[in-house]
């Protein structure tokens, strides 16, 4: 079982609908989540960090399911300027970061 | 504010040949610095990291090495350059338990 788990996507999605992005972790004394952003041939951004409350930033939510070890993204409202990959990752026992391969988002007009 | 270079952008080397690529941090003290490889369509793969001037801990064995000569500079390096060392060579730089910000990236094909 990889580390760190993504649906690989793509998710095709129309402008103005509401994305999901779902993923999976299997060390369960991580301690620190994230949501990166990485567009085609540019290096990944981050995004928000994932707070165990949940937590929006805009159109954007994240959450965090401990018992599960399930970490979410949700997009509204979603733009034209909101494709790309979207990576999930999580700070091991070790303090390294675990990186998913990533979800790939197009949102068509 | 913080910024991180990362040079050069693009680089096509023969197999065999060395390499030497550079990244250096501005705006922050006593990072904490990465070096990752991207291969085309597939997730990030850690090379090395450094918390510290000399120090350097390697995550994957392999032809290359990492050097930090000093605090904000971290060098990628290899005597004899493989075909499968072709990707995206990202830097990286963090403090404590936040988040990694990258740099611009190197794209390096061998051939």
């Known amino acids: 079982r990889k580390e760190v788990e993504q649906d690989p996507g793509p998710f095709n999605v129309p402008e103005g609908a509401t994305v999901a992005f779902n993923c999976t972790y299997s060390?369960?004394?991580?301690?620190?989540f994230f949501w990166y952003r990485q567009d085609c041939r540019k290096e990944p951004k981050l995004l928000m960090s994932?707070?165990?409350?949940?937590n929006e930033d805009g159109r954007f939510t994240a959450q965090l399911n401990r018992a599960s070890q399930y970490i979410s993204l949700l997009i509204r409202d979603s733009k034209l300027s909101d494709s790309a990959t979207y990576l999930c990752v999580v700070r091991g026992s070790n303090y390294q970061l675990i990186w998913g391969a990533g979800t790939k988002l197009i949102i068509k007009p | 504010s913080q910024t991180i270079h990362q040079w050069p952008a693009t680089l096509v080397q023969p197999v065999g040949s060395p390499l030497s690529l550079e990244c250096t941090v501005e705006?922050?003290?006593?990072?904490?610095l990465y070096w990752y490889r991207q291969a085309a369509g597939r997730g990030l793969q850690l090379l090395f990291y450094s918390v510290g001037i000399g120090q350097i801990s390697s995550e994957v064995p392999q032809n290359l090495s990492a050097s930090r000569p000093q605090d904000r500079q971290f060098i990628l390096s290899s005597k004899k350059l493989l075909l499968s060392d072709s990707g995206f060579y990202l830097c990286?730089?963090?403090?404590?338990?936040?988040?990694?910000?990258f740099g611009p990236g190197t794209r390096l094909l061998v051939l």
């Open positions: 705006g922050t003290s006593n990072p904490n």
């Open positions: 060390n369960s004394a991580s301690q620190s």
């Open positions: 994932v707070y165990s409350s949940g």
């Open positions: 990286a730089w963090s403090v404590s338990q936040f988040g990694q910000y």
